[in-house]
């Protein structure tokens, strides 16, 4: 590591700082763009399909129909830049942006692997190093900012099927993130702090399996949070054309639609830092670095492909059926998980 | 008449709704399974550029006018065809014939124009059913299609030739005999 710093002129600080920025903007990034992919190929597979296989690299080699990302990304690049007459012009560039760094910022403070000393240096594997004050606090906050992305999207746009959607979506976001905290209030409470790193030297044993209640009541937040079916009114396309991004195109929607797999991305973190040990590895208290790392990525892979499974699986709710169960069954049975954890803990469990 | 709605009376399980989506993961990952592992060539989808379906028995495709292996045609333009049509799409012109030939025996008549209008023919083989001398066969091709209308029009070298390649016969242009009215039998 020292070494490799000197040879680029730099402390090991700024050097390892540069390294971690680019493996968690690109690697997330890479992941999201490798789901749509594998959103389009498995659900194929799933409805016994064979999904999108004509586009070839150089004229030749099909690839499991890989090419198709670079002929998506070609294609978005080149089309026309449509702004709708009305729209509201400043918003409706802004909104995509909007969207865009929040998903983007999401993953900077979870712990993709275990920190390691070298050289008399401590090297956290997360961008934000333990201690900083945020904890998980910061997903949630940047995860709840998200949602002026899509309000911003749908209201300059000056389409009723926009406002449609990014008014599903707010009330959505709003209703959810209730039970989404009381989920991770639980965690917190039997960890005692609030700091990713602590969250996943605390799990022992995994907190799935002392939280069921609220790993399922964080999970279909999680859901209802990344706008995934079951949960996804802000594009209902039986219903509202295509939501919020009705009248995006181009580059524009690609951002949008970019910005909803960083999310799920970092919902599928989130899930694994939470509940399910992060980079731990059941019976290895000490792994090696790279493999704890794999371990993560494995979770995490895993966890992407249960988003994309259950979407496939399950179809849409109808809209008084989402805000039943985010209100009357979500929001008491995280209340429970509280109650039920606070319970234990004074029992000494 | 009303419909009676049957009400489903769910139990506990299948109301706490975590179990009934495992049960539908459960399937929906059997079917993933099941899809990734299957050759390509066995899966529901025939990617068809790439491989085309076996026609069945008796499809009714592209036409074929038969000929005799001297190649000259098995039609007698009795017009027998363009009568069974219900599109009309068939236009034949009959001519006379000189010599006699060892094929067709005493037969004096064959089309010299014989054209199917591709874009009018609804593909019902009313024509090979009607025709006396087994001359036009509907056969296995189902791809026709063409930059301009009049490539749709099929004259009589085009469906003499439409299965040549496919059967290896030699693709011909011209009949063996030519069209000269016999000379009129001397006293």
Not at chain 1, 47 to 52: N, T
Not at chain 1, 143 to 161: D, E, F, P, R
Not at chain 1, 213 to 221: D, I, K
Not at chain 1, 232 to 261: C, W
Request: glycine share 8%; hydrophobic share 50%; net charge positive.
């Amino acid at each position: 590591m020292e070494s490799l710093s000197s040879l680029l002129h730099l402390t090991p600080e700024p050097f390892w700082m540069i390294v971690k920025v680019c493996i968690v903007f690109l690697g997330p990034l890479t992941l999201a763009a490798l789901l749509t992919w594998a959103e389009r190929r498995g659900s194929a597979m799933i409805q016994d399909r064979i999904g999108p296989n004509r586009a070839l690299l150089f004229g030749r080699w099909r690839l499991l129909g890989l090419p198709q990302l670079a002929a998506d990304g070609i294609k978005f690049f080149l089309k026309e830049d449509l702004v709708p007459a009305d729209a509201s012009r400043a918003l409706f560039w802004l909104a995509p942006v909007m969207a865009f760094v929040p998903a983007v910022m999401g993953f900077a403070v979870i712990p993709f692997g275990r920190s390691f000393a070298q050289g008399g240096h401590l090297y956290h594997l997360s961008l934000l190093d333990p201690g900083n004050g945020m904890g998980m606090l910061y997903p949630m906050a940047i995860g709840a900012v998200a949602v002026y992305g899509i309000l911003t999207a749908s209201w300059s746009s000056n389409n009723k099927w926009a406002i449609l959607g990014g008014m599903r979506s707010a009330s959505q976001m709003v209703s959810y993130e209730i039970a989404m905290g009381l989920a991770v209030a639980a965690i917190f409470m039997r960890t005692g702090g609030y700091d990713p790193q602590q969250i996943i030297a605390a799990q022992g044993v995994w907190n799935v399996l002392p939280q069921f209640p609220g790993f399922l009541v964080f999970s279909t937040c999680m859901f209802a949070e990344t706008n995934r079916l079951p949960f996804d009114f802000a594009e209902g396309e039986s219903e509202i054309v295509a939501g919020f991004h009705t009248e995006y195109g181009s580059m524009k929607f690609a951002l949008l639609q970019l910005s909803e797999y960083l999310h799920l991305v970092t919902a599928a973190a989130l899930i694994v830092t939470l509940y399910f040990g992060g980079w731990r590895i059941p019976g290895l208290a000490e792994p090696p670095v790279l493999l704890s790392v794999a371990a993560f990525a494995v979770k995490l892979v895993f966890f992407c492909w249960v988003f994309i499974w259950v979407r496939w699986t399950i179809p849409r709710f109808r809209f008084d059926q989402l805000m039943f169960l985010g209100w009357k069954v979500m929001l008491p049975l995280g209340l429970a998980n509280l109650l039920l954890q606070a319970g234990l803990m004074h029992g000494g469990a | 008449m009303a419909v009676l709605v049957k009400k489903v009376e769910l139990n506990w399980l299948d109301r706490t709704y975590v179990w009934p989506v495992l049960m539908g993961m459960v399937i929906t990952m059997r079917h993933f399974i099941r899809q990734i592992t299957t050759r390509s060539s066995r899966r529901f989808t025939i990617p068809y550029p790439d491989r085309k379906r076996a026609t069945a028995p008796g499809y009714r495709g592209l036409h074929e006018l038969k000929r005799f292996q001297d190649g000259s045609i098995k039609c007698v333009a009795c017009f027998m065809c363009a009568e069974a049509c219900p599109a009309r799409c068939i236009t034949i012109e009959a001519e006379e014939y000189g010599d006699i030939n060892k094929t067709q025996g005493f037969e004096e008549k064959r089309p010299s124009v014989f054209k199917i209008d591709m874009l009018r023919c609804i593909y019902c083989a009313m024509c090979e059913e009607a025709c006396p001398k087994d001359a036009i066969w509907l056969r296995t091709d189902y791809e026709q299609a063409s930059y301009d209308r009049l490539a749709m029009k099929f004259g009589k070298w085009d469906l003499m030739n439409t299965y040549a390649d496919q059967d290896g016969k030699p693709r011909i242009t011209v009949d063996p005999t030519p069209a000269v009215p016999r000379p009129p039998v001397e006293g």
